[in-house]
């Protein structure tokens, strides 16, 4: 039982220097998805909220498409849609992009988890106290200034909680990444399981490693929330 297991992690960790493990897969998804759905979001969020209203209204559709279509659907569009088109495969740019898997795989992903970050950073902007935006005009700050030095720090500490939620969130949708044939670890487990019959410690095995990177993610996230919103905290005196 003890050689069947390590043969199990092998095959989730292992990686021949060619090919990566099925967990450095997931989470290579999973920081490229992220970090371009933050870096996106947060000009997003400002647009959102902007008081010009074809500006804001175009974000809002983005959102809206994104968050009210399953990310299963989006990943197929982008891996089987978008390649079916003529025009596509025509252009050499275009055929190479959207012919591999990995890349329809993190643009389905980056662009999903920015829709939801976008709101989640928008309504932080919005709850920013009042008091903190009176105080940036009254040391003079121009609008660019207030919103760089004032409203976008304010609004991303408080809006920690509901970003490491979408955070988690997201690692469990790379379980539909191999739909793009992307061998992440739900991946390793269908082929495990195809080839051992043995589902339940193929599929098993595959729960723990999803249980302790997300345990991992909410470690890191709850000392983020205990540095940068400790003065949230009412005060003990």
């Not at 740019?93 to 989640?120: M, P, Q, S």
């Not at 609008?143 to 030095?149: P, V, W």
Request: proline share 3%; with cysteine.
């Amino acid at each position: 039982m003890i050689d069947i297991i390590q043969q199990y992690w092998k095959a989730f960790l292992w990686s021949d220097g060619y090919h990566l493990s099925g967990l450095a897969v997931t989470l290579w998804l999973l920081a490229l998805s992220i970090a371009f759905g933050f870096v996106a979001a947060v000009p997003l969020a400002v647009a959102r909220v902007s008081r010009n209203r074809w500006l804001s209204r175009a974000v809002w559709l983005y959102t809206y498409v994104f968050r009210g279509t399953p990310l299963y659907v989006q990943l197929l569009f982008f891996y089987a849609g978008m390649y079916s088109l003529e025009t596509v495969r025509e252009v050499g740019f275009l055929n190479h992009f959207f012919r591999e898997g990995y890349n329809c795989t993190i643009l389905a992903f980056g662009l999903n988890t920015c829709a939801y970050t976008t709101e989640i950073f928008a309504g932080a902007i919005k709850a920013t106290p009042y008091g903190e935006i009176e105080a940036g005009r009254a040391y003079g700050m121009s609008k660019f200034t207030l919103y760089r030095r004032v409203i976008i720090p304010s609004a991303l500490r408080r809006a920690l909680p509901a970003y490491s939620n979408e955070v988690i969130l997201m690692l469990h949708a790379t379980t539909v990444a191999f739909t793009a044939t992307v061998p992440d670890i739900l991946k390793v487990a269908r082929d495990v399981n195809a080839a051992t019959y043995d589902s339940f410690n193929a599929f098993g095995l595959a729960a723990l490693l999803y249980l302790a990177v997300t345990f991992v993610l909410v470690g890191l996230f709850r000392q983020a929330e205990a540095r940068w919103l400790a003065y949230l905290r009412p005060s003990k005196g």
